[in-house]
């Protein structure tokens, strides 16, 4: 069932609970000010529409690699990242032309009607915001015409692709990156991150040129790059963009440093080895995404992004991370690589889609597993299904189970080759393949449309991975289903789950809700073998 996508995340709220202590700072701070709504405090730049405000945003960017002066406004309550008081000055400057002229008065009723517009258009889509003078969200598309000058082409192709209205994070983080604020999300699986960075990638690259390489993304899988790059492409149509894809055969070749490219897209790795040979320029890039963050963020990643993160080294580039799930830890780590950045939550941050209804299924044993599949599927089979195991010895034993039945199935795992992987996931994009066994390998970012189930049959490994693995269904406005097979093994991480289920609106039952929470971080206990075959 398609719904619209400003249903997304109703009735969700941020945690002033959590972030208390943050709130004290803030009043302190404020003093009189504790009255007024959280947001009102917001956009004082944006108030007026049309060229004007394309215009305060180049002198942002400007005055956003000046060192900082003076107070900036916060909002939200705490100050996320390091804090350039551009925009709050430029807003100084013009209430004094301003006061001269009409008095105080009006413009400050102005400044509020704004800000009390933006706070209203903010809490009906569940957009929390923090930093200073947050763009004003989109109302629609058309704005991107109307407020930005967005070329023909790009509504055009936006209308193509059957988007009529902006979903609660395109609404906000393409104003803020549109207005050249380094920006930091959280939005759920399937929510249309990639559109939120790309749109406002393109409208500021305007047109192909032969400079070099002037936006990168970066994504932790080499299936995601490939489907950012279609997504791109997609977006660009009509106009000269030379949008690449880091492939093996590009990182060999001899001279990268003259690449026709405008946006180059790359896992971390490929770009990294690129780097370290020397071969490839990355001083002119003007943009700079980090799509699946904390993952990126991961230790074993880390390095890498640092060695991308230094080799683009212009001063004025816009940085910005997205995810569906954003630990503190990455936070943490954002705030020293990122420069008066926008913090932007949609929803409750680290939940899952309110389009996903979530189940905890006890199987008992290994065996249990497989006859609680096989039952699920006698009953109904709902194609296409994607089922996730921890591991591709797992994967292939699986497949071997379920090969036998009359039913598609295929499977995607690391010893796989890409051309492999590719076509796999091309089947079953293209509903050749039912059924499709996977490893984490393809449990983030990857866009299939219409998944209507996700079987967890073994537990996730951390919470994340059970919010991005079940992220595969309930996307863009439809509904979906998640199943997660739990053995005794895993009890000591159902609560986790729970919770989640819980802040998504789904039923929990109260044993669940009153074991004990813990922390929990790769779990991977060791399972028995998935067969029947010798009971047979
Ligand atoms: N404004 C829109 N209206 C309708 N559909 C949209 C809109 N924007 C994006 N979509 C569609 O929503 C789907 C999910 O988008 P996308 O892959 O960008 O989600 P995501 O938030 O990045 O998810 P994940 O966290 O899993 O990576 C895609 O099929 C995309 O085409």
Same mark, same amino acid.
């Given at each position: 069932?398609?719904?619209?996508?400003?249903?997304?995340?109703?009735?969700?709220?941020?945690?002033?609970?959590?972030?208390?202590?943050?709130?004290?700072?803030?009043?302190?701070?404020?003093?009189?000010?504790?009255?007024?709504?959280?947001?009102?405090?917001?956009?004082?730049? =944006?108030?007026?529409?049309?060229?004007?405000?394309?215009?305060?945003?180049?002198?942002?960017?400007?005055?956003?690699?000046?060192? %900082?002066?003076?107070?900036?406004?916060?909002?939200?309550?705490?100050?996320?990242?390091?804090?350039?008081?551009?925009?709050?000055?430029?807003?100084?400057?013009?209430?004094?032309?301003?006061?001269?002229?009409?008095?105080?008065?009006?413009?400050?009723?102005?400044?509020?009607?704004?800000?009390?517009?933006?706070?209203?258009?903010?809490?009906?889509?569940?957009?929390?915001?923090?930093?200073? +003078?947050?763009?004003?969200?989109?109302?629609?598309?058309?704005?991107?015409?109307?407020? =930005?000058?967005?070329?023909?082409?790009?509504?055009?192709?936006?209308?193509?692709?059957?988007?009529?209205?902006?979903?609660?994070?395109?609404?906000?983080?393409?104003?803020?990156?549109?207005?050249?604020?380094?920006?930091?999300?959280?939005?759920?699986?399937?929510?249309?991150?990639?559109?939120?960075?790309?749109?406002?990638?393109?409208?500021?690259?305007?047109?192909?040129?032969?400079?070099?390489?002037?936006?990168?993304?970066?994504?932790?899988?080499?299936?995601?790059?490939?489907?950012?790059?279609?997504?791109?492409?997609?977006?660009?149509?009509?106009?000269?963009?030379?949008?690449?894809?880091?492939?093996?055969?590009?990182?060999?070749?001899?001279?990268?440093?003259?690449?026709?490219?405008?946006?180059?897209?790359?896992?971390?790795?490929?770009?990294?080895?690129?780097?370290?040979?020397?071969?490839?320029?990355?001083?002119?890039?003007?943009?700079? !995404?980090?799509?699946?963050?904390?993952?990126?963020?991961?230790?074993?990643?880390?390095?890498?992004?640092?060695?991308?993160?230094?080799?683009?080294?212009?001063?004025?580039?816009?940085?910005?991370? =997205?995810?569906?799930?954003?630990?503190?830890?990455?936070?943490?780590?954002?705030?020293?690589?990122?420069?008066?950045?926008?913090?932007?939550?949609?929803?409750?941050?680290?939940?899952?889609?309110?389009?996903?209804?979530?189940?905890?299924?006890?199987?008992?044993?290994?065996?249990?597993?497989?006859?609680?599949?096989?039952?699920?599927?006698?009953?109904?089979?709902?194609?296409?299904?994607?089922?996730? !195991?921890?591991?591709?010895?797992?994967?292939?034993?699986?497949?071997?189970?379920?090969?036998?039945?009359?039913?598609?199935?295929?499977?995607?795992?690391?010893?796989? %080759?890409?051309?492999?992987?590719?076509? !796999?996931?091309?089947?079953?994009?293209?509903?050749?393949?039912?059924?499709?066994?996977?490893?984490? !390998?393809?449990?983030?970012?990857?866009? =299939?449309?219409?998944? +209507?189930?996700?079987?967890?049959?073994?537990?996730?490994?951390?919470?994340?991975?059970?919010?991005?693995?079940?992220?595969?269904?309930?996307?863009?406005?439809?509904?979906?289903?998640?199943?997660?097979?739990?053995?005794?093994?895993?009890?000591?991480?159902?609560?986790?789950?729970?919770?989640?289920?819980?802040?998504?609106?789904?039923?929990?039952?109260?044993?669940?809700?009153?074991?004990?929470?813990?922390?929990?971080?790769?779990?991977?206990?060791?399972?028995?073998?998935?067969?029947?075959?010798?009971?047979?």
């Amino acid at each position: 069932m398609e719904k619209d996508p400003s249903f997304l995340f109703s009735g969700i709220h941020f945690n002033k609970k959590k972030f208390s202590n943050d709130f004290a700072k803030f009043q302190e701070k404020k003093g009189s000010d504790t009255n007024e709504s959280e947001e009102l405090r917001e956009d004082s730049s =944006f108030i007026e529409s049309g060229k004007s405000e394309e215009k305060e945003r180049k002198l942002s960017v400007k005055k956003r690699k000046r060192k %900082s002066v003076g107070s900036g406004e916060t909002v939200q309550g705490f100050d996320v990242f390091k804090s350039s008081k551009s925009a709050g000055k430029s807003v100084d400057v013009n209430e004094d032309n301003d006061e001269a002229e009409n008095g105080p008065s009006k413009k400050n009723k102005e400044l509020n009607r704004q800000l009390e517009l933006d706070s209203l258009s903010r809490k009906k889509y569940n957009i929390h915001v923090s930093g200073n +003078n947050v763009a004003t969200p989109l109302q629609n598309f058309d704005e991107l015409s109307s407020r =930005f000058g967005c070329e023909p082409y790009l509504l055009r192709n936006l209308k193509e692709l059957g988007f009529k209205e902006p979903t609660p994070i395109q609404r906000q983080a393409i104003p803020i990156l549109l207005s050249g604020r380094d920006c930091f999300a959280c939005a759920p699986t399937g929510s249309g991150k990639t559109l939120a960075f790309a749109c406002p990638m393109l409208m500021k690259l305007k047109h192909a040129s032969t400079d070099g390489i002037r936006a990168v993304i970066l994504c932790p899988t080499r299936e995601l790059a490939a489907q950012t790059t279609r997504e791109c492409k997609k977006l660009a149509k009509g106009k000269k963009f030379r949008i690449k894809l880091m492939t093996k055969q590009l990182v060999g070749k001899a001279d990268l440093s003259k690449l026709p490219c405008d946006i180059l897209i790359s896992t971390p790795l490929r770009l990294r080895l690129a780097i370290r040979k020397k071969k490839i320029n990355l001083c002119r890039v003007d943009y700079l !995404v980090l799509d699946e963050s904390d993952k990126l963020f991961e230790l074993g990643m880390l390095k890498q992004i640092d060695s991308v993160v230094k080799a683009c080294s212009n001063p004025s580039i816009i940085q910005s991370l =997205f995810s569906a799930t954003l630990p503190d830890s990455v936070e943490e780590l954002a705030r020293t690589r990122m420069h008066d950045a926008v913090r932007v939550i949609i929803g409750r941050k680290n939940t899952a889609s309110e389009l996903i209804k979530q189940k905890l299924v006890f199987a008992g044993s290994e065996e249990g597993k497989l006859l609680a599949l096989h039952q699920s599927f006698a009953e109904s089979l709902n194609p296409p299904i994607l089922i996730f !195991v921890q591991s591709k010895e797992r994967a292939k034993e699986l497949y071997g189970e379920l090969a036998y039945d009359k039913i598609r199935v295929d499977v995607i795992h690391s010893d796989l %080759s890409q051309l492999q992987r590719d076509n !796999v996931v091309d089947d079953f994009r293209a509903g050749k393949t039912w059924i499709l066994i996977a490893t984490d !390998v393809i449990a983030r970012g990857v866009d =299939f449309k219409g998944v +209507n189930c996700v079987i967890n049959y073994d537990f996730p490994d951390s919470y994340n991975a059970y919010i991005h693995r079940i992220g595969r269904t309930g996307r863009a406005g439809r509904t979906g289903e998640a199943i997660t097979f739990y053995t005794e093994a895993d009890l000591p991480f159902l609560r986790n789950i729970a919770n989640s289920m819980k802040s998504s609106g789904c039923e929990v039952p109260s044993w669940i809700m009153a074991l004990p929470k813990l922390k929990w971080k790769k779990h991977r206990p060791r399972r028995d073998s998935i067969s029947t075959q010798s009971k047979d």
